[in-house]
């Protein structure tokens, strides 16, 4: 059995890869949303208003935790 079999979908991971996937899966979003809030609060008001937000709207969404 080679590496890249082990990836294939038809084949499921075992139990303990499974969970560290997810985890990996969770912590790679959470670093997503907690970057892309980030450069939201650095937008000047005429960008905000490019992507259709005001900037009530893009404060709430900046101060929200990175987990949500």
Avoid: K
């Avoid at 450069?39 to 101060?63: F, I, N, S």
């Amino acid at each position: 059995m080679t590496a890249t079999s082990l990836l294939s979908p038809a084949t499921p991971l075992p139990p303990l890869a499974r969970v560290a996937f997810r985890l990996a899966h969770a912590v790679l979003g959470w670093e997503l949303r907690r970057t892309t809030r980030r450069h939201l609060a650095r937008l000047d008001p005429h960008l905000l208003d490019d992507v259709g937000l005001d900037a009530h709207t893009a404060q709430e969404e900046t101060a929200r935790p990175f987990w949500r």
